[in-house]
């Protein structure tokens, strides 16, 4: 039998990198589209680079989507690539609807072009619940999205749905809850905690790495923090790209709501994270206004009974084992 062929876009971002091991492991051809910059060294997915097929392209050149689905055929296509920063949204909202939103709506339009009969996953998100109208939240509860990625996510999930129904393409939403690993990016906030307790284990005061306003996450021996009580369910990235899997291999296409049913608040994260490395995280912690979101969503947490229902899905990894990880990650990258 020849092998399933999957392509993914945002290949080299941490869930793409997670989904494309997990693929390699179940002996898909893996296929991932990136964007052309000067470096082509992807560190999230070096480890396996030389098993996948690379290509490059954009999600704001149609043309380049085409072609690239052209070659590779795939029968299975995970658009994972957006502006996924919802902070950095208030900065760049048309940016962000491009990428995000119009861009996922390329991708869609581009698989139903060229490989009608392809399955098609979207990264949808928590953030659409924005103010939540209820708690917990599943796959029936109103979206009400509070920030501009919120929003350009909402058009993305909502074009799937339109284009499933329109066009009878097998095309699925993952609503996907915060989920973390030692691949995220530095500018989010479970990043930028555990990689402080890790300067703070090590005595590093200020750190070559940069926050997004461009400072060093570490700075006097302090790591800068919005607002301390907004809460979010934090999963392991490994243990939701089997989610999206699973999603993508039922008989119906149908959407699913993928998270851990738990919360923690910023401040619980400190807590954990400084406490592993057995210093007190109010020595270390500060609150800078600069990096509380004009608008605060949530409290947002899953319901994900759906999940563990019709896929037998169920997160692997708890809380304190996700900091614990990370923080490791770190003190072994720093040291």
Known sequence: ????KALITGITGQDGSYLAEFLLKKDYEVSGIVRRTSSLQYPNIGHI????????????DPVSLRENIQKVKPD????LASQSHPSES?????HTAE?????AHRVLDATLDVVPKAKFYQASSSEMYGWVKEIPQNEDTPLNPANPYAAAKLYAYAMTRIYRKSYDMFAVNGILFNHESPRRNLGFVTQKVTYAAAAAKLGIKNSQHLNEEG?????N????????????DWGFAGDFVEAMWLIVQQDKPDDFVIGTGETHTIRELCEEAFKYVDLNWKDYVTVDKRFVRPTETGPLVANPEKAKKVLGWTPKTSFKELVRLM???HIARLK
């Open 90 to 94: 208030f900065k760049q909202p048309i």
């Open 1 to 4: 039998m020849a092998k399933k």
């Open 221 to 232: 021996g302090k790591v800068a923090l919005g607002n301390l009580d907004a809460k979010r």
């Open 99 to 103: 990428i995000t939103a119009i861009g």
């Open 215 to 219: 400072e060093p996450i570490v700075k």
């Open 327 to 329: 923080v490791d990650a």
């Open 49 to 60: 680079q030389e098993d996948l097929k690379l290509y490059q392209g954009d999600l704001l």
């Open 76 to 79: 299975e296509v995970y658009n």
